[in-house]
């Protein structure tokens, strides 16, 4: 309940959070202004935390009546000079009355004050905790159901999946694509995974889902897709939201690829309708009735080309509104390590014009005009993490149109424009396709391994041999108060952070130095 109340503009600026915690611990002395304010702040160790202890401190210390000192807490909230300057006088006339030292009193007021403009009141507080405990329980003991249902509340606001599913990577929970032989509605969990519903499948509405699953609890899971076509009611599914369906990878497990299913499904679906009439009609082929579903044999599907990763990942991005079983990122993943720090989270904090180096793909391309006429760029720059709207002002419009190509990996250079109560978002400065992104690695380094170890020469020499590159290393060789040897390799190496990582923990914090670049 305090947390709730105290984490406002009001008790933050006033220093209150601060102040309840050490005195809330004992590092700081639990005190009042006056004693009778102990009655009304004990709980909350001598500090006004709710609106209700405003109203009960003018009560008490300055003789309002309970509806009065209500009309004082909403006049505070509006800060209304004239009204203030009203409730102030009455106040201390009321308190000075009741002979409290005026000093005091007006400290008490400047307090309420400051703290009511921006105060909670205690039964919010406390159906907000409620709330707070319920769910953090529920995340705590019941994780996959809890996210599963957090990410069905967020279903077509694609930046908030996308924040949820990294928070399920962090939780150690596999966010599965979708599945016509595994999936609902909704997300569900999955054994120790999170399933996609197909309901988030663009253009897959909810009475196609129901058909779907009505057909697979009655017949078990799909075999193909011909079986899929000619057993789902085909009243409730059409061409299209078979194709989603595909593109999505909700029919990975029909045991073909997705080109050759896609290719497929104009004579998948005549099947479907052929097989459909004759059991509306009665009629059923002889040879299928004495087959079992095992023994019947579909067609062969079309022979053709694998769809490339890209044509994949753009697939599942279009159905789902994100990148499910990969992003285009990956193939870059080791380069964006050593690029840059940034990503599009953890922004927020940064000053207004600080320049960052952010990787990710430029999505939402659109070129625009300002009131001058004159042309500019918006974009969203996604990375593994979400997304950030970035923005190419006229004046780098030119240089950098030839770089504004849609899905593009590239690493933007950009200065940080803080938006308040949303994402900050980017003016880019340059763009560079990360393809040919170069990481500056020096030209020479030096090692300092201490002798007497020999299981230190053993791990470096397996670590130098898995990181070729075109860095020289020197070998500075040290036996303490004895001798020091400099030995040039022949191997060369690429000194990633992967790479100083390992040799700390090898050879110590500073054994590794820069000698060239």
Known sequence: CALNALYRPGPIQGGMIDDFIDRKHGRKEVSYDLPPLKTVLEETYGVIVYQEQVMQVSNLIAGYSLGDADLLRRAMGKKKAEEMAKQRERFIKG??????PQKKVEKIFDLMEQFAGYGFNKSHSAAYAYLAYVTAYLKAHY????????LTSETGNTAKIV????????MGIR??????????LNFTPDGDAIRFGMGAVKNVGASAVEAVVATRQRIGKFKSLYQFCEEVDMTAINRRMIESLIRAGAM?????????????????????????????????????????PEE???????????????????GEKEMLGIYVTGHPLDPFADKVKELTPYTTEGLESLARGTEVKICGILTGIQRRRNKEGKLFAVMQLEDWN??????????????????????????????????ENSSP??????????????VNYPSLISIRVGLGRPERAEALHTLIGRKPGDTGVRLRLDQPRDFSVVLDLSTKVKPDKEFFSEVEKICGSEAIEVLAS
């Open 95 to 100: 308190a000075l009355e009741r002979n409290y």
């Open 296 to 314: 019947q044999v579909d067609p062969e599907l079309p022979r053709v080309p694998d769809w490339t990763q890209a044509e994949t990942l753009t």
């Open 163 to 170: 924040k949820y599913i990294n928070e399920c990577r962090e």
């Open 143 to 150: 994780p996959r159901e809890f996210m599963s249902a957090l």
């Open 252 to 292: 990975d497990t029909l045991g073909a690829s997705r080109s050759r299913l896609f290719a497929a499904v104009e004579g998948a679906m005549e099947a479907g309708v052929r097989a459909s009439r004759d059991r509306l009609s009665g009629q059923t082929d002889l040879f299928g009735m004495m087959m079992s």
């Open 425 to 438: 978002r980017l003016n880019v400065q340059e763009i560079i396709p990360l393809e040919l992104a170069r």
């Open 386 to 419: 979400g997304t950030l709207e970035a923005m190419v002002f006229n004046s780098q419009f030119d240089a950098l149109t030839p770089y504004l190509i849609e899905d593009k990996a590239v690493m933007v250079r950009a200065s940080v424009l803080p938006e």
């Open 175 to 184: 966010v599965l694509p979708p599945d016509v032989n595994h999936s609902d």
